[in-house]
Structures are given as C-alpha cells and as structure tokens.
C-alpha cells in the first residue's frame, strides 16, 4: 500500500485557481484525484500514467484543470483554473496499477490520502 499526502486545498473566487500537490511514498503507474462534493458521488477528476505521461480528464474540467508529474519526487500536480462554485469539494489523490482506472472510485481499486478541501464560491 502507498501513502498519500495531499496538499494546497484552500479557498478561491470564481475564475481563480489553486494547485494542488500530492506526494506519494512510492511510485504507481496511475496516480490522478477524486473529488467528493456533499451530496454527490464521488468522480474521478484527473489520471496521469506515470510511465509515459498520458492524461485524462473528466469532461467537467477539460481545459481548465492540468494534472502533471515529478517522477523523481513521486510528486503529482493538480493545477485548476477558472475555478467555479462546482468544483467544491475534497479532493483526494489516488493511486493505483491501471491507468485511467485508479480514479474510479471503486473500493480496493487504488490507495487514497486524505483528501484536501477546495471551497471555491461565487
């Protein structure tokens, strides 16, 4: 099982931004964030394949949110941009063997940190 810690949750404006920062204790071939707002499910948000960078995206932040990597630091990046009332939420990162798949939020399908809230209001 690999530790996650996320980092970089806060408050934002509309149309602002926030990047979060999620360091992993090992290295994983997926590693992406699922969010979970109150009173909804929980999404699978981002993935990028450590291995040679792919990305994928949910359609609700395409352009807007970029997910990147530091390999040497085991370190993923959530970028967001034009950031809307919508987009509150934890944000957890999660990893896992399978890209895209470790942002399904299946129980067992990937390791998850804590999550970070991002409140972002109008």
């Known amino acids: 099982q690999v530790q996650l810690e996320e980092s970089g949750g806060g408050s934002a404006q509309a149309g602002g931004s926030l990047r979060l920062s999620c360091s992993a204790s090992?290295?994983?071939?997926?590693m992406g964030w699922v969010r979970k707002a109150p009173g909804k499910e929980r999404e699978g948000v981002a993935a990028?394949?450590?291995?040679?960078?792919?990305?994928h995206y949910v359609d609700s932040v395409k352009g807007r949110f970029t997910i990147s990597q530091d390999n040497a630091k085991n370190t993923v990046y959530l970028q967001m941009n034009n950031l809307k009332p919508e987009d509150t939420a934890m944000y957890y990162c999660?990893?896992?063997?399978?890209?895209?798949?470790?942002?399904?939020?299946?129980?067992?399908?990937?390791?998850w940190g804590r999550g970070t809230q991002v409140n972002v209001t109008s």
């Open positions: 999660a990893a896992g063997s399978a890209f895209p798949l470790c942002i399904i939020p299946t129980p067992g399908r990937a390791d």
């Open positions: 990028i394949s450590t291995g040679d960078g792919t990305t």
């Open positions: 090992a290295g994983r071939s997926c």
